[in-house]
Structure formats: structure tokens, C-alpha cells
């Protein structure tokens, strides 16, 4: 997975689907307005427009929407893949226009991811055409199998608990002796009488 600045989405916005680049360095450089400590000034944003005709699809073969329809679906694309400081688009106050992308230094963004921020698709590893995230079954693999060792994990505790030899009480233990006390095996008088008389009477023996 390579590590990407903002100039490289940027370069990849363009290459999959002809979007318009700007308030960059690389790009027609970054008017004023902008917050001085934001990310523009130094390089770590850019404003995307769609500028294709008004109704055209994301990409060949598509399905034909507004322009103002395809920068709102590249605003919640660009929200999904959590790879971005900033996004903000139309819905965001000042940006109903233009979706503003911002990422601070490097990230790892694949290919795949790319494209389908640019256009709503990619083509897997198969030759295949997706619109489905790129990764997105990664991650919901990794959270059923979390949610399973959890599962398994729980189920365990609940198994040990039950297994787990149970303290008595003081109450309990009393009432255990007294029952063996009460079934224990009976000396037979003759036994008491001469236990009895042997320890009381020592024997004469000449």
C-alpha cells in the first residue's frame, strides 16, 4: 500500500474522472480567504469541482446525475474511506460548490480506493467492476471475527463460573459438619463402655 500526500489524490481525482483541482500549490496555487493556519496555506488541501456538464455520469457507462448530485456522493465517499483531516462538501456551510479535501503529510491509500473516491467504483483484483468500498469486507470480516472472539470469549468466562468451585459460608459450613456428626458410625456401647473403663482404670498385671 503506497503512502499518498493530497497532491497525489489530487492527481488521482483527475486521472479517474477529469475533476477540477484547486487552492493548491501544485495547482493553480491557493487564494486568499483561507484560515492561515489551516491547510491550504501549506499545501495539505485541496477543493475539488466537478466541472463536467451538468448531467453526466461519474464515469463511462453510468448512470447520468447533476453535477451538484456527484460532488455530494464524492463528499460521502471521501467521508467513508476515513482517510482524510477534512472533508467537507455541499451540506457544509460555504461549500455546496465544491467538496475540500484535507491530509496532513503522508497516508496509505491504495489504487483501488482512489478510484472509487474519484468515480463510485474500481475494478478488483479479478478484472471485475465494484461499487462496494474498497476493503470494506476486510473490515467487516475483522469485526465479525472480533465479535466472535467475543462471543467465544464470554461464553468461556460463563462455562468457568459455573465450573469454579463455590465458597461456602460460615452458616453452610456448620450445617455440613452437623449433618456428618449426625450419619457418622455409632461406637457400640460395649466399645464406649470399655474405651471408657480402659482409660479410667489402668490395668494390674502382676
Do not use: C
Amino acid at each position: 500500500m503506497a503512502e499518498r500526500t493530497i497532491a497525489d489524490v489530487a492527481r488521482a481525482l483527475k486521472k479517474y474522472a477529469k475533476l477540477d483541482i484547486g487552492e493548491h500549490p501544485e495547482f493553480g496555487g491557493v487564494g486568499s480567504g483561507h484560515s492561515p493556519t489551516g491547510y491550504h496555506p501549506v499545501g495539505q488541501a485541496i477543493d475539488v469541482r466537478d466541472w463536467r456538464p451538468d448531467i453526466a455520469p461519474a464515469y463511462e457507462g453510468g448512470k447520468p446525475k447533476s453535477w451538484k448530485e456527484r460532488t455530494g456522493e464524492l463528499r460521502w465517499r471521501a467521508k467513508q474511506l476515513g482517510l482524510f483531516n477534512e472533508v467537507l462538501g455541499p451540506g457544509d456551510p460555504g461549500h455546496d460548490t465544491h467538496v475540500h479535501l484535507a491530509l496532513a503529510g503522508k497516508k496509505s491509500i491504495t489504487d483501488p480506493q482512489l478510484e472509487w473516491l474519484a468515480t463510485g467504483r474500481y475494478k478488483t483484483a479479478e478484472g471485475k467492476l465494484s461499487d462496494i468500498m474498497p476493503g470494506a469486507d476486510l473490515i467487516a470480516s475483522a469485526e465479525q471475527q472480533q465479535s466472535s472472539s467475543g462471543d467465544d470469549l464470554s461464553t468461556l468466562l460463563t462455562l468457568l463460573e459455573a465450573t469454579k468451585p463455590k465458597q461456602k459460608t460460615l452458616k453452610e459450613s456448620i450445617m455440613e459438619q452437623a449433618l456428618a456428626d449426625a450419619f457418622a458410625p455409632r461406637q457400640s456401647m460395649a466399645q464406649q463402655l470399655l474405651a471408657q473403663y480402659m482409660s479410667s482404670s489402668p490395668l494390674d498385671i502382676g
